[in-house]
């Protein structure tokens, strides 16, 4: 009980997070393009668009959550420990294992740090506390 206790109080402040600028940039217009279909996933996406640092690609330290990046993390409720890649709506696909930016899961995880922890609503609007457990990351572009 202690242990919950104290991941939902880590949580419910929302953690420090970090972004790619041009990720940044695709992430907003792919926001303003969803706000009349997905109301709640272009508002949150943009809220954490806007409380980001955001940074060239070379300074994003590596175990920070970006477009294409597996993440591991833990669904404080359930207990469940999910591995996903995040990524663009064209190349999601829930059976294996790629999860849309689009999703308000996908939009709480990005930018989020290893070891961190967020209070997240879930499509059905009640908070979930994620904890992410590590985050790898692709080969970058030299």
């Given amino acids: ?6 991941t939902a ?3 419910s402040k929302r953690p420090p997070i970090h972004m790619i ?3 940044a940039d695709a992430l907003t217009d792919l926001a303003l393009g969803i706000e009349k279909r997905m109301p709640q ?3 949150l996406l943009m809220r954490e668009i806007g409380r980001a640092t955001v940074h060239k690609e070379r300074h ?3 175990d920070v959550v970006t477009m294409n990046s597996e993440v591991d993390f833990v669904d404080e409720a359930s207990g469940a420990v999910r591995s996903v890649r995040l990524v663009y709506p064209s190349d999601a696909d829930i059976a294996s294992g790629r999860i849309s930016i689009l999703t308000p899961i996908g939009a709480g995880l990005i930018g989020m740090r290893a070891g961190s922890a967020i209070l997240w609503p879930d499509r059905d609007g009640h ?5 992410i457990r590590a985050v790898m990351q692709p080969p970058r572009a030299a």
């Fill in 1 to 6: 009980m202690t242990v919950a206790k104290t």
């Fill in 9 to 11: 109080t880590k949580a």
């Fill in 21 to 23: 600028d041009s990720e």
């Fill in 41 to 43: 996933v272009s508002d």
């Fill in 60 to 62: 994003v330290p590596r």
């Fill in 127 to 131: 908070e979930r506390a994620l904890t």
